[in-house]
Structures are given as C-alpha cells and as structure tokens.
T-cell receptor, first 110, second 115 residues
Framework: GDSVTQMEGPVTLSEEAFLTINCTYT??????LFWYVQYPGEGLQLLLK?????DKGSNKGFEATYRKETTSFHLEKGSVQVSDSAVYFC?????????FGEGTQLTVNP | DTEVTQTPKHLVMGMTNKKSLKCEQH?????MYWYKQKAKKPPELMFV???????INESVPSRFSPECPNSSLLNLHLHALQPEDSALYLC??????????????FGEGSRLTVL
C-alpha cells in the first residue's frame, strides 16, 4: 500500500539555521503531497501542499517541491525561528484517506 | 483560531462510564473525520462521514460509536473504554472526496484519559 517515510527525529537547531526534513513516498498513481504541522497542545494544520509533479508548495517561509523522479517532498526553510518548534508530518492522499509519515519533532533554540 | 471546534478539551472517565466527544464545523464541509493520536505518533484514521453517512470504519472496536446528526456536527460516543484508549481524539473536516485534494481542517482535539 501507499506509504510515507520521514527522516527520524528529533531535530534540534539554533535560531536562523537552515532546516531540511526529508520525506519520501511510495504510491500507486499520482498522489497529492502535504506537510502538516502540529504545534504543542494543538491539532494539525496544513502547512503546504503540491498536487502534481514539479509543483512547489510554500507557506510561512517553508517550501517543498514534488519530485516524482525521486519520489520525494523534502521540507526546507532558510532561517528557522523559535516559533517553528513543532511536529511536522509529511502526508499523501491515498484514495479518500490521508496517509501520514511518523512525524519529525523540531526544536529551535534561541 | 481553528474553524473546527471540539468539546470537551479534556475528559477523564472510568472504564464503566459513558461519555461523548463533540465536533462542530461551519465551513460547509460535507466530509468529517475522527482520528486517534497517541503521543509522538501520527494520527490514525477511525471513521469518515461523507454527506452525513458513514463511509469508512477502520475496524474500530464497537466501544467507539460515531454519529453525524447533521452536516455541521459529529459526535463520538464512548462506552466501556480501556486504559489503552487514552489518547488525543482529533476531529477534521474537508470538502467532499471528489473535490478534495486531501486538505483537512483539524480541531484542537479532545484529550481523553481512561482510568
């Protein structure tokens, strides 16, 4: 079945550091890809999405590009802030279901 | 502020109690979902309602009973739960599947503790 693999965490960075969280997927067909973020004590929020190959999703300084040839959707941000500390989930649509990766805990220190 | 509202935010119940979790959205979405999330894990799909009809039940034990009274409301009735059912229960909504590219709107969750 369809699946999502995220880089293992947790990830700890200093403020203004560059962030990359790797995500690869296995899917039949052409799924849409997503990054969701979960701040402490909250539900999940959609951070960005891409619906077809070579699309770039972006939001709040975060970016991810749908790479069909490498089946990847890596999340990047050029300069992280303390407020970016959260758990990040890569996900794909699988029929009427959303399949999540295991999540990556990001902590940004001042 | 989330547009999906869940109540209560916290619930503690004994194994013999009956309680309910409630979810409300006013975005006109016709698909609504219940997810269960354990600590440091991704959400696990439990139920999906589409146009107020149950369309997906992920083999959830019968001690969890969903209900969708109308297009804005979703309930999860709880009875005879086990301590391992303690988790964060997330409600979500979305446009109907045929229009939806997977964007779900989540509530903040109801944190359930079963003693």
């Amino acid at each position: 079945g369809d699946s999502v693999t995220q880089m293992e965490g947790p990830v700890t960075l200093s403020e203004e550091a560059f962030l990359t969280i790797n995500c690869t997927y296995t899917a039949t067909g052409y799924p849409s890809l997503f990054w969701y973020v979960q701040y402490p004590g909250e539900g999940l929020q959609l951070l960005l999405k891409a619906t077809k190959a070579d699309d770039k999703g972006s939001n709040k300084g975060f970016e991810a590009t749908y790479r069909k040839e490498t089946t990847s959707f890596h999340l990047e941000k050029g300069s992280v802030q303390v407020s970016d500390s959260a758990v990040y989930f890569c996900a794909l649509t699988s029929g009427s279901r959303l399949t999540f990766g295991e999540g990556t805990q990001l902590t940004v220190n001042p | 502020d989330t547009e999906v509202t869940q109540t209560p935010k916290h619930l503690v119940m004994g194994m013999t109690n009956k309680k309910s979790l409630k979810c409300e959205q006013h975005m006109g979405h016709r698909a609504m979902y219940w997810y269960k999330q354990k600590a440091k894990k991704p959400p696990e799909l439990m139920f999906v309602y589409s146009y107020e009809k149950l369309s997906i039940n992920e083999s959830v034990p019968s001690r969890f009973s969903p209900e969708c009274p109308n297009s804005s409301l979703l309930n999860l009735h709880l009875h005879a739960l086990q301590p391992e059912d303690s988790a964060l229960y997330l409600c979500a909504s979305s446009r109907p599947f045929v229009e939806n590219t997977g964007e779900l709107f989540f509530g903040e969750g109801s944190r359930l503790t079963v003693l």
